[in-house]
């Protein structure tokens, strides 16, 4: 997802000519979109909903409409001259060996691996650090069509079983199956009601913990509400019927839960997360065998309450649990809280707050691994039990580190690193020494050194600082005329850092800039930096993206007509915001599974979970707040919108996909200028993950042909 300017030879000759030509030709003929007479009352105020028939998505109405969606969109797709080209180019790319982080049980190394072009990554396994792999598990024979994909997998203690956890057609539920690792015999153990994951083995290796959500009705898989999990047992040999309850799921509303293990796992510890606030209690729980299978012993004791902060375990160190809190600290700090002396004021400090935000803590071996971010960069330091530092961890250079998860006897933990060019690779950090390894790595038709990514800072429209990485071939002429791709998410918290991605090396090959602000809503300066672009502060974030794009134009990076945006999911309805409350400054864009009906987005699936961040419409003062920048609702007619992509997927269970299609049908009808609004819907995948490698390939190329095509000059 970047960026192109054609400075190569085997596609610069047809942008400008292409460019000419297609931009004279009249704008699409759009299939034609009923409108019904639907309207809402929200305290009061009406809101029309005219495309609601749209949130059916398997009615022949809704099908035929897709269908006819898709046609005009693949028609116009396949006249760019360059289209072909750019598909060639990132299969090639794209064909490379990668690797994802190891998991070491029992003294076994799980990891998964893809050739290059295979749908799915495959599971491997070794018997020692240096043993020569053997396949495990491969994905593409579950399915003719690569759809059926191995999202997650957990090995048993002893290393001896593995849990598959498989998504079909890009879904986020997953079916869960056992494998024999020494046989590669299939244990007769399914598991259905999990979504998203979240299942971790017991200490004998009976069985597992999981979290089971309600069964959705016949036929509403995609888009039923779904309530909050309870955690179970499964026993293994047993049906899933006769799984033991172990927490039930919150009694509160609004309320959620996550759960996991200790190291020798025998203590569960429960999270239990309100959403409306974003924070949450931290429960413990210790675990005995019983009746076969494993239960709670005795009630839960309460290690954090007052749903005040958002405490997280990290280990134990005998009666001490460390646990990462933002309480009294918005960028973060560790704290050990003994048995029995749960207070705060009882809380030993180990690692104070720092100027840099804690985004993950790790205890393995006698070492607590601190990963920070010194301006939205990974930073890895170490130190001991007492807080005493034991250094930093060396990182190859700017970019993103993950991982560093272990046990208490481990002396050895994995890591992973990239940026914004160069792919993930695998080291090991000797913790004994602070030395790490290249364990495997990365070779792809690609010379990072050719590029360059720097950082500048820019005022958003209040005069908050932010962050904006760009990254270009190096000698880039700023001339006003570079075509720039704008990438943006700011939500949840999630810190947006330099990461790898194969579409990028295509737009910046062709000479385009990649954008990537760090906006308010995201986590890279911790809490307070998120909470700014959250409910009514949400504005902040669109504000800070408008600044970046005008900062730019004014700094001669590129101009309004060869400046694109984009973004995915949360990103999707950034991308939405910023189109409809400046249609003027953008040359096209790109929202991908976005959220863009405000007024409704919390009922469906798991949305309602997203409260925390958005509000709802149930109260009245945030639906006037959702009602003003709702990317739905501020579709304006007769405005001259920019070319506009939108790209979902009919499976899609976490953003539904009603939300594109329904905004799709307002821009279209609403559009005064002669720039297409075409929507692009992908059959038998999802929000994203799992997608088979043809099919992002297929979509990428369709993105970077379009804005080929509508920035062309």
Request: with cysteine.
């Amino acid at each position: 997802m970047r960026n192109a300017r054609s400075s190569l030879g085997f596609l610069l000759a047809g942008v400008v000519v292409a460019g000419a030509c297609l931009a004279s030709e009249p704008r699409p003929t759009y299939p034609p979109t009923a409108r019904g007479a639907v309207v809402d009352d929200y305290h009061g105020t009406r809101v029309a909903d005219p495309y609601r028939w749209l949130e059916s998505p398997d009615s022949p109405e809704t099908r035929a409409w897709i269908a006819a969606e898709n046609a005009l969109t693949s028609s116009f797709l396949e006249r760019i001259p360059e289209r072909e080209a750019l598909r060639a180019r990132m299969t090639e790319l794209w064909d490379f060996e990668r690797y994802e982080l190891p998991v070491e049980r029992g003294g076994r190394i799980f990891f998964r691996k893809n050739d290059g072009l295979q749908s799915q990554s495959a599971l491997w396994v070794s018997d020692s650090l240096a043993g020569e792999p053997r396949l495990l598990v491969d994905p593409d024979a579950l399915s003719a069509d690569g759809t059926v994909a191995l999202m997650s997998f957990e090995p048993s203690p002893d290393g001896k079983l593995v849990a598959l956890g498989l998504s079909d057609g890009g879904s986020d539920w997953r079916t869960w199956k056992v494998l024999d690792v020494e046989t590669l015999r299939e244990r007769p153990d399914v598991i259905t009601r999990n979504k998203f994951g979240g299942l971790d083995w017991s200490a004998d290796g009976s069985g597992f913990f999981y979290a089971r959500y309600e069964a959705p009705a016949a036929g509403s898989e995609l888009q039923a509400k779904n309530p909050p999990p309870e955690v179970c047992f499964h026993r293994l040999g047993t049906s899933e019927a006769d799984d033991f309850l172990i927490v039930r799921k919150p009694a509160d509303a609004g309320r959620t839960q996550s759960f996991s293990l200790s190291d020798d796992r025998t203590t569960m510890y429960v999270a239990v997360r309100d959403v409306a606030s974003r924070t949450n209690d931290l429960q413990r729980l210790a675990l005995e065998p019983w009746g076969g299978g494993w239960r709670a012993r005795g009630a839960p004791e309460a290690l954090v309450t007052g749903f005040d902060a958002r405490p997280s375990p990290i280990g134990e160190d005998g009666t001490r649990v460390f646990v990462r809190t933002d309480l009294g600290a918005p960028r973060g700090r560790i704290v050990a809280i003994d048995a029995g002396a749960t207070e705060p004021a009882a809380w030993i400090p180990i690692v104070p707050e720092g100027p840099e935000a804690i985004q993950g803590a790790d205890l393995a071996g006698d070492v607590l691994l601190v990963s920070t971010l010194a301006d939205a960069r990974s930073r890895v330091r170490m130190f001991a039990l007492d807080g005493s530092p034991l250094g930093e961890v060396q990182l190859p250079d700017l970019g993103t580190a993950a991982g560093f998860d272990g046990d208490r006897d481990d002396r050895l933990v994995f890591y992973s690193f990239e940026s914004f060019t160069q792919p993930p690779g695998i080291w090991t950090l000797d913790l004994a020494t602070a030395r790490s390894v290249l364990f495997r790595g990365t070779e792809l038709a690609f010379e990072p050194r050719d590029y360059e990514t720097t950082q500048v800072f820019y005022p958003s429209k209040d005069g908050t600082r932010v962050p904006l990485f760009l990254t270009a071939k190096r000698g880039t002429r700023r001339d006003g005329r570079n075509l720039t791709y704008l990438y943006g998410y700011g939500g949840f918290g999630v810190s947006i850092t330099p990461t790898f991605s194969v579409p990028n090396l295509v737009w910046l090959e062709r000479g385009g800039v990649l954008a990537v602000p760090n906006l308010r809503g995201g986590g890279e300066y911790g809490e307070a930096w998120h909470e700014a672009g959250t409910k009514l502060h949400k504005q902040n974030v669109f504000d800070d993206f408008v600044a970046a794009a005008e900062w730019l134009i004014e700094n001669d990076w590129t101009d309004r007509a060869h400046l694109a945006i984009g973004g995915r999911s949360n990103g999707g309805l950034l991308v939405g915001a910023c189109l409809t409350q400046r249609p003027d400054l953008f040359g096209a864009a790109l929202p991908a599974v976005g959220v863009l009906d405000m007024l409704r987005y919390h009922r469906f699936t798991i949305g309602w979970a997203w409260a925390g961040d958005y509000g709802t419409s149930d109260d009245p003062d945030q639906f006037r707040g959702l009602l003003a920048y709702s990317p739905l609702h501020n579709v304006k007619s007769g405005t001259a919108y920019p070319p506009t992509l939108i790209t979902t997927a009919d499976h899609d269970d976490r953003v539904v996909p009603a939300h594109s299609y329904k905004f799709t049908a307002a821009l279209q009808a609403a559009q005064a200028g002669p720039a297409p609004i075409l929507i692009r819907v992908d059959t038998r995948a999802g929000h994203g993950a799992g997608k088979p490698t043809a099919m992002r390939i297929e979509e990428e190329a369709d993105r970077w042909a379009f804005l080929v095509r509508e920035l062309g000059d």
